[in-house]
C-alpha cells in the first residue's frame, strides 16, 4: 500500500508540473506550414499543442449543423505539433480540430490559421486560394499616392464597410457589402457622388477599414445586425456579413480581393484595421483551448490580466503568438495586397514584436503604413519599457502612433463632453496645438510644459504621428462641438469644424480623417456607436448635398496638402529648422512661417495663422507679394492681416 501511494504522489507530481510548465519551456516551432496546406491528392492539417496528448481532425460535409462524417487522428509532430494527412481532394470540405489535454478533450474548435470558414467561423473551410481571384488578380499593383510614396504623404480616411453604403441615400445596389463599396459611379438623388466614387473625388490616398476579418459579434445567419467588429474570432478570414453569400467560404474572399483591387484602379489605397491585442472568446477560443493560458497575459495571481478591457489581452512577446500576428499581416499583404495596418491598442503589445513585423514588412512593401493606437486600455503585467507606447514611439521602426494631444487638443477631452478645444475656444490648449503642429517632434518654440498630455517629444521623426481630430471611437466632431458648446449656432459651428480640418490638414505628420465629417455627419450625439445599428451609423448622403461647401473646402485643403511639401516635410531636423512660430500672439492664436523653398516647394514661402476666438485677429504682416490659398479673401490694414473669428489663413509667396 506504501509503495502505491508513493506511486500515485510522485504521478500525481509529474501531472502537476507538466500543468504548471512554464511558458517559455514550451517548444517553438519554427516551420511554416501550420493551417492546411491544400493539395488536389493530398492536404496535410498542422497544428501547435504541446501540452496535448492526442489530437483529432474532425470533418464535415456543411460550414453548418450536423456532425462530422469522419475524424482522423492526427500524429505528434515536431516541437509541439500535431498533423494529420488527408488523401484525396478535400475541396470544400469543411473542418475544425480538438486535444486532449490532461485527459480531457476540448471543444472542436477553427484552426487559428484557417484561411475560410462556413458560417460564422464556426468551421474551417479546405480550398484552393487560387480560385478566389478575381479576373486580373495577378496583376494588380498598389497605386502610387505620391512621388516618393513617403509615409507623411499619405491621407488616411477612415471607414466603416456597411456605414459607407447602406443608406438609401448612397445609390448602391449592393448595400452594406464588399461588393457593395466597390460600386463606381454611384450618386445620390441631387446627383453627387458617393461611396468609392466620392472617395476618388476627395483625394484622399489611404483606405482605412474598420475591421473586416471574421468576427463574433454578427450573427451571419440574420440580417440588418451591426458590429464594428472589434471582437476578433478567426484573424485570417473575411467577415461573412459584408459578403453577398455568407454561407460562401470563396464568395468572401473573391468579393474582398475584388473590392480592393476595384480601390486600386481608383488610385487608392487600402489600411486594415487589426485587433491582435485581445480576442472575443477566452476559455472557448481556439487558442485557449489548443493551448491553454499561453497566448494571453497573466496577472501574478494567475488570473488573465485585462489591458484591453475586453475581458483579456495577448501575450505578443510569447514566440507563437508573435510568430501568429507576423505570418498573419504577412497572409494579409501577399494574399489580399493590403496597403498598411492600423493596430488597435497597440500599447498592449511590446516593441520587439512590433519592431519584427515592420522590419519583415517594409522588406517585401518598402511603402507600407503602419500605425496604431500608442495606449492601453488598462494596467498591463508587461512592464510599460517594453510596449509600445506613445511615450515609446521613438523606439518604433516605421510604425506611427495616433497624436491624442493634437486630437484633444483641437476639440476638447474624449472623455469630457463639456471640454471645449483649441477650435471652440479653449485658448489654454494654444501649445497643444503647436506640438501638434510639429508632429510631437522636438521644437525650440513648442513650451511642453503647457502641453496637455505629453511633457517631453515622443517622435523623431514625422512619420511617427498620425495627426488628427476624431475617429470612429467616441463622438463625431460635428456632435462633440454641439455638445461642448451648444449656444453656437450651426454656422459658427461649421466655422469651427473647418477651423478643426484646417489645423489636421496643414500639421506635419500623417494626415487621419473620418468619413462623412466633410459634409457634417452626426451620429446623434451617440458618443460610442459600436453596436447602435445603420441608424445611427450609416452615412446620410444626402448631407454631402446639403453642406457642399463644407466638403468643398476640406477638398481644397487635401488639394494643397498635397500640392506642396512645406506641409509633409521628411524629418524632425527640417521642421525645427523650416518652421518658425510667431511670438507674442492674443490667447488662442497660433501663427507660423513655413520656409518652402528650403523643402522644394514653389511656394517660397508659406504663413498660416489659426484663431480660436470669437473675434477677428489682426495679426503683424506686411503685404510684400503675399497671396491667398483656397480662395481665401484678405483684409490687409495698417501692417496687418485679418484673420477671421473661428478662422483659419494660409499665404504664400512664390
Request: hydrophobic share 40%; aromatic share 10%.
Amino acid at each position: 500500500m506504501k509503495k502505491y501511494l508513493l506511486h500515485l504522489i510522485v504521478l500525481l507530481m509529474v501531472q502537476q508540473a507538466a500543468t504548471q510548465t512554464p511558458f517559455s519551456r514550451y517548444p517553438v516551432y519554427t516551420g511554416s506550414d501550420l493551417g492546411l496546406q491544400y493539395g488536389e491528392r493530398e492536404s496535410v492539417f498542422r497544428i501547435w499543442s504541446p501540452t496535448a496528448t492526442a489530437a483529432q481532425l474532425q470533418l464535415y460535409r456543411e460550414g453548418w449543423g450536423g456532425d462530422s462524417y469522419t475524424v482522423v487522428p492526427m500524429e505528434s509532430s515536431v516541437q509541439g505539433t500535431w498533423v494529420a494527412k488527408v488523401k484525396g481532394n478535400l475541396k470544400n470540405v469543411f473542418y475544425t480540430v480538438r486535444v486532449q489535454i490532461n485527459g480531457q478533450w476540448s471543444d472542436a474548435v477553427t484552426d487559428p490559421y484557417a484561411r475560410a470558414a462556413g458560417i460564422n467561423g464556426k468551421r474551417a473551410l479546405v480550398l484552393d486560394l487560387k480560385d478566389t481571384n478575381p479576373p486580373g488578380w495577378e496583376r494588380d499593383i498598389s497605386p502610387a499616392f505620391s512621388a516618393t510614396n513617403q509615409p507623411t504623404d499619405a491621407i488616411v480616411y477612415e471607414m466603416h464597410i456597411r456605414d459607407a453604403t447602406i443608406h438609401s441615400s448612397s445609390g448602391v445596389q449592393q448595400k452594406g457589402t464588399f461588393a457593395g463599396l466597390a460600386e463606381l459611379n454611384t450618386r445620390n438623388a441631387a446627383g453627387e457622388t458617393t461611396g468609392l466614387s466620392h472617395l476618388k473625388e476627395m483625394g484622399v490616398t489611404h483606405i482605412h477599414l474598420l475591421p473586416f476579418y471574421d468576427y463574433n459579434s454578427v450573427d451571419e445567419t440574420q440580417t440588418g445586425q451591426y458590429n464594428w467588429g472589434y471582437d476578433p474570432v478567426n484573424y485570417n478570414v473575411p467577415e461573412g456579413s459584408y459578403s453577398t453569400n455568407a454561407a460562401d467560404g470563396l464568395t468572401r474572399i473573391r468579393e474582398l480581393k475584388q473590392m480592393i483591387q476595384t480601390f486600386h484602379a481608383s488610385g487608392l489605397r487600402v489600411v486594415m484595421d487589426v485587433v491582435y491585442n485581445h480576442t472575443a472568446l477566452l476559455d472557448k477560443s481556439n487558442f485557449n483551448q489548443l493551448v491553454p493560458g499561453y497566448y494571453y497575459r497573466q496577472k501574478a495571481d494567475g488570473s488573465f490580466s485585462d489591458a484591453t478591457a475586453c475581458g483579456n489581452e495577448t501575450a505578443s512577446e510569447r514566440p507563437m503568438f508573435r510568430k501568429f500576428m507576423l505570418e498573419s499581416v504577412l497572409y494579409w499583404v501577399k494574399e489580399y495586397h493590403i496597403d498598411g495596418f492600423r493596430f488597435d491598442l497597440m500599447g498592449v503589445h511590446d516593441i520587439e514584436t512590433m519592431n519584427l513585423i515592420a522590419d519583415t514588412l517594409h522588406k517585401i512593401k518598402p511603402d507600407i503604413l503602419l500605425y496604431g493606437e500608442g495606449w492601453t486600455a488598462g494596467e498591463s503585467p508587461l512592464p510599460e519599457s517594453e510596449r509600445a507606447v506613445k511615450k515609446n514611439a521613438h523606439l518604433l521602426k516605421g510604425i506611427a502612433v495616433f497624436s491624442d494631444d493634437i486630437r484633444d487638443g483641437i476639440k476638447g477631452s474624449v472623455f469630457n463632453i463639456a471640454d471645449r478645444g483649441f477650435a471652440t475656444g479653449k485658448t489654454a490648449n494654444t501649445e497643444s496645438i503647436k506640438f501638434g503642429v510639429v508632429a510631437a517632434c522636438a521644437h525650440p518654440q513648442v513650451h511642453m510644459d503647457a502641453v496637455n498630455y505629453s511633457k517631453v517629444p515622443y517622435a523623431k521623426s514625422p512619420a511617427q504621428v498620425i495627426s488628427y481630430c476624431e475617429c470612429h471611437d467616441n463622438n463625431i466632431l460635428w456632435d462633440k462641438i454641439a455638445l461642448s458648446f451648444p449656444e453656437a449656432d450651426e454656422a459658427t459651428r461649421v466655422r469651427m469644424q473647418q477651423l478643426a480640418y484646417t489645423i489636421v490638414l496643414t500639421s506635419q505628420g500623417i494626415s487621419f480623417l473620418h468619413a462623412g465629417s466633410e459634409f457634417l455627419r452626426s451620429k446623434k450625439g451617440e458618443e460610442n456607436s459600436y453596436n447602435k445599428g445603420d441608424s445611427i451609423n450609416a452615412i446620410d448622403w444626402q448631407l454631402k448635398t446639403i453642406h457642399k461647401p463644407v466638403w468643398r473646402y476640406v477638398q481644397s485643403l487635401i488639394r494643397l496638402r498635397k500640392a506642396h511639401p512645406a506641409f509633409r516635410m521628411r524629418t524632425a531636423e527640417a521642421i525645427a529648422r523650416h518652421l518658425r512660430f510667431a511670438e507674442n500672439l492674443p490667447a488662442g492664436v497660433v501663427a507660423y512661417t513655413l520656409d518652402g523653398a528650403a523643402v522644394g516647394d514653389a511656394w517660397k514661402q508659406v504663413w498660416v495663422a489659426y484663431n480660436g476666438t470669437a473675434t477677428d485677429q489682426w495679426l503683424p504682416m506686411e503685404r510684400g507679394g503675399w497671396k491667398a490659398a483656397l480662395e481665401q479673401g484678405l483684409q490687409w490694414q495698417e501692417g496687418k492681416v485679418r484673420v477671421p473669428a473661428w478662422g483659419s489663413l494660409i499665404l504664400y509667396r512664390e
